[in-house]
T-cell receptor, first 116, second 118 residues
């Protein structure tokens, strides 16, 4: 069973629009970690954020913000005032404490296309 | 402090040949993880190794794929008799700890090796 679901395959926006990427996860662990990674066209994985299950505070980092809601098992990611450089595939991932630190379960990714 | 180093960045093999992908973890890291990313898909966990031990190979195909992390030198992911379906990006990650620790523990990813089978 898929543990991380990113229902949006692709989102296209015009520069300066906001874009929200959905991530829904499934776990029985009470302690777990959630991640977002960015994969630009060059292909590398860029770490964006890690959040543990006990910290439901929303976080803002520049134009990026994250909304973690345990009640709905969601960890959504918003890019405010999008720019062309934000065009990439974004992955949400889950690490369960019953697993090792490096064993992440990734969603299928959401392709974000920002046009000028 | 160099990050996780993978080489080669790009590898082209003919069907039936062997592919060897290398991963040097970050300094001080003794836990290595391999992932495969097929075209248009997310990353899928393959195997987790500590020095000289395979800890979790639940994501490894049963045939043709093997991985090692010797006492000295990089971790190697080996694919024997490659087929076109093996064409993918292979990512390696390393961490200082396997389990336990605190919230600052995390795994760091390399830039990946893109394998193309022709």
């Amino acid at each position: 069973a898929q543990k991380v679901t990113q229902a949006q395959t692709e989102i296209s926006v015009v520069e300066k629009e906001d874009v929200t990427l959905d991530c829904v996860y499934e776990t029985r662990d009470t302690t777990y970690y959630l991640f977002w990674y960015k994969q630009p066209p060059s292909g590398e994985l860029v770490f964006l954020i890690r959040r543990n299950s006990f910290d439901e505070q929303n976080e803002i980092s520049g134009r990026y913000s994250w909304n973690f809601q345990k009640s709905t098992s969601s960890f959504n990611f918003t890019i405010t005032a999008s720019q062309v450089v934000d065009s990439a595939v974004y992955f949400c991932a889950l690490s369960e404490t019953t697993d090792s630190w490096g064993k992440l379960q990734f969603g299928a990714g959401t392709q974000v296309v920002v046009t000028p | 402090n160099a990050g996780v180093m993978q080489n080669p960045r790009h590898l082209v093999r003919r069907r039936g040949q062997e592919a060897r992908l290398r991963c040097s973890p970050m300094k001080g890291h003794s836990h290595v993880y391999w992932y495969r990313q097929l075209p248009e898909e997310g990353l899928k966990f393959m195997v987790y190794l500590q020095k000289e031990n395979i800890i979790d190979e639940s994501g490894m195909p049963k045939e043709r794929f093997s991985a090692e992390f010797p006492k000295e030198g990089p971790s190697i992911l080996r694919i024997q008799q490659v087929v076109r379906g093996d064409s993918a990006a292979y990512f390696c990650a390393s961490s200082q700890l396997g389990t336990g620790g605190d919230s600052n523990t995390e795994a760091f990813f390399g830039q990946g090796t893109r394998l193309t089978v022709v």
